[in-house]
Nanobody, 115 residues
Framework: QVQLVESGGGLVQPGGSLRLSCAAS????????MRWYRQAPGKQRELVAA???????NYAYSLKGRFTISRDNAKNTVNLQMNSLKPEEKGVYSC?????????WGQGTQITGAT
């Protein structure tokens, strides 16, 4: 059983940056494919970024060059560095640990945009 806890969300100005972290307990993360999802208000959850257990990365097309997903195996965390944030990118960001039989989820961390 993997427990995931996200952190790092908050209020962000357009063009600002945030770094999200997904910390795990109960298992080591480097054996899993790790994913970050976003659910914007009133919209379906969408995949933002992914890193395989072989450390291959993939991003939603609109995010390439602005977001970076990475692992810190020493801390058993997966991070998402987000730069040049846009107002439409606010929402709840959740991480998951995926393997073919099951996908574990965290509770999510909220990013809100400054008005």
């Amino acid at each position: 059983q993997v427990q995931l806890v996200e952190s790092g969300g908050g209020l962000v100005q357009p063009g600002g940056s945030l770094r999200l972290s997904c910390a795990a307990s109960g298992s080591i993360l480097y054996i899993y494919d790790m994913r970050w999802y976003r659910q914007a208000p009133g919209k379906q959850r969408e995949l933002v970024a992914a890193i395989t257990y072989l450390n291959n990365t993939n991003y939603a097309y609109s995010l390439k060059g602005r977001f970076t997903i990475s692992r810190d195996n020493a801390k058993n965390t997966v991070n998402l560095q987000m730069n040049s944030l846009k107002p439409e990118e606010k929402g709840v960001y959740s991480c998951s640990a995926w393997e073919p039989q099951i996908e574990y989820w965290g509770q999510g961390t909220q990013i809100t945009g400054a008005t």
